[in-house]
């Protein structure tokens, strides 16, 4: 559709994205010769494997507790109370 000149509006609501969606994954995937699907897939594979993990932010006795009240079947919701009071 690109290459028949239709506009990005229009493709994104063909294929059931929003514009914004499309134009970022345009802008990261395109290369000199345009849009290839295997290309992109090649480029988001490798941004992930760049990307570093987030590091931990809850730590020692807080995380045992959380994890002792996963382990008991509580929710997440239910933990959060718990941890809140």
Same mark, same amino acid.
């Given at each position: 559709?690109?290459?028949?000149?239709?506009?990005?509006?229009?493709?994104?609501?063909?294929?059931?994205?929003?514009?914004?969606? &499309?134009?970022?994954?345009?802008?990261?995937?395109?290369?000199?010769?345009?849009?290839?699907?295997?290309?992109?897939?090649? &480029?988001?594979?490798?941004?992930?494997?760049?990307?570093?993990?987030?590091?931990?932010?809850?730590l020692g006795?807080?995380?045992?507790?959380?994890?002792?009240? &996963?382990?008991?079947?509580?929710?997440?919701?239910?933990?959060?109370?718990?941890?809140?009071?």
């Open positions: 559709m690109r290459k028949e000149g239709k506009p990005q509006r229009e493709i994104a609501t063909a294929i059931g994205f929003s514009q914004l969606a &499309l134009s970022k994954e345009l802008k990261r995937n395109c290369g000199q010769r345009g849009y290839w699907q295997g290309q992109a897939q090649r &480029l988001a594979t490798k941004r992930k494997s760049l990307r570093k993990s987030r590091p931990r932010v809850i006795e807080v995380r045992e507790e959380i994890e002792q009240q &996963l382990r008991t079947k509580q929710s997440p919701q239910q933990i959060s109370g718990a941890m809140h009071r």
